[in-house]
């Protein structure tokens, strides 16, 4: 069945250091992806998207990385800041205008 | 602020009472969502509503009553709930039709006592 999820629900880094957050989807026909990130007590915020006609997609500190041959989506953050830390959720678009597909998130802390 | 507005932030209420969770998007937006999510859990879909008509019910427990009296506007109607349900409860639109995400709102933090 269709699955978005992500290969570890944790994951500390050092303070300027860069990090990678991955998530596995299973629905070859999705067409657009998002990153979430989630900070304690607030709603998921938007940080970057990227369409399946593309591979990599860049934005401020943020990087996301497409491989659709192995159904893999990736987030970098470069230069990781405490104000990092959250969970992070990947979402899949498995058809046009559709219903998103959330992951289970992937909490990020960063050690100062 | 995102463009959807939840209120209230923080609730906490007994088992026998009735309360309701308001969501507001400003997005322009035409379809709206109710969540909820528990502790070191996943985003659990509760209600769809797309054009005004609800088009999704997970299978709630009928104490939970969603109402859509317009595009902009979303309800969650909450009576005899269960200390199960403490929540966090998020509300989300997006526009259909547009490949593109969810807004979602800071959600409401439910108690239930």
């Known amino acids: 069945g269709e699955s978005v999820g992500l290969h570890l629900p944790t994951l500390s880094v050092q303070e300027g250091d860069n990090s990678i957050i991955n998530c596995a989807y299973s629905n070859s026909a999705s067409d657009y992806f998002i990153w979430y990130k989630q900070e304690s007590g607030k709603g998921p915020q938007f940080i970057i998207d990227i369409r399946s006609n593309m591979d990599k997609r860049q934005g401020q500190r943020v990087t996301v990385l497409l491989n659709k041959t192995v159904k893999h989506l990736s987030l970098q953050i470069a230069a990781t800041q405490p104000g990092d830390s959250a969970v992070y959720f990947c979402a899949e678009n498995p058809n046009q205008g559709g219903k998103l597909i959330f992951g289970q998130g992937t909490e990020l802390s960063v050690k100062p | ?113």
Do not use: I
């Open chain 2, 1 to 113: 602020e995102t463009g959807v507005t939840q209120t209230p932030r923080h609730l906490v209420m007994g088992m026998t009472n009735k309360k309701s969770l308001k969501c507001e998007q400003h997005l322009g937006h035409n379809a709206m969502y109710w969540y909820k999510q528990s502790a070191k859990k996943p985003l659990e879909l509760m209600f769809v509503y797309s054009l005004e008509e609800r088009v999704e019910n997970n299978s709630v427990p009928s104490r939970f009553s969603p109402e859509c009296p317009n595009s902009s506007h979303l309800f969650l109607h909450l009576h005899t709930l269960q200390p199960e349900d403490s929540a966090l409860y998020l509300c989300a639109s997006s526009q259909v039709g547009s490949p593109s995400g969810y807004t979602f709102g800071s959600g409401t933090r439910l108690t239930v006592v």
